[in-house]
Nanobody, 124 residues
Framework: QLQLVESGGGLVQPGDSLRLSCAASRGPFGRYGMGWFRQAPGKERDFVAAISWSGGATSYANSVKGRFTVSRDNVKTMVFLQMNSLKPEDTAVYYC?????????????????WGQGTQVTVSS
């Protein structure tokens, strides 16, 4: 069973950048599609970005397109989310997720494995 641990969150100012990391273990990481979701206080968990098992396909929520980049390293069994030009509305707990298939896309129900989350706060 895939286990996921996120890191890299923190408090930053608007316009700053952050890079989130997700370390995977105990599973055939190279076979799983991976995704990033986020949840702000009082709101539902929303899709942010997804990447296929090979890294050849990616997708993004409209709200982050052009600012965030998802990538993966199958040798190191890690997934990354590079976040640039951060805005206060990006403030949330960010979760790494593993899909049952080679590409999970934006559907939260496509993901079976979840990390514990890492807090990102964007504030001046």
């Amino acid at each position: 069973q895939l286990q996921l641990v996120e890191s890299g969150g923190g408090l930053v100012q608007p316009g700053d950048s952050l890079r989130l990391s997700c370390a995977a273990s105990r599973g055939p990481f190279g076979r799983y599609g991976m995704g990033w979701f986020r949840q702000a206080p009082g709101k539902e968990r929303d899709f942010v970005a997804a990447i296929s098992w090979s890294g050849g396909a990616t997708s993004y929520a409209n709200s982050v397109k052009g600012r965030f980049t998802v990538s993966r390293d199958n040798v190191k069994t890690m997934v990354f989310l590079q976040m640039n030009s951060l805005k206060p509305e990006d403030t949330a707990v960010y979760y790494c997720a593993g899909a049952r298939s080679s590409y999970g896309g934006s559907g939260i129900d496509n993901y079976d494995y979840w990390g514990q989350g890492t807090q990102v706060t964007v504030s001046s």
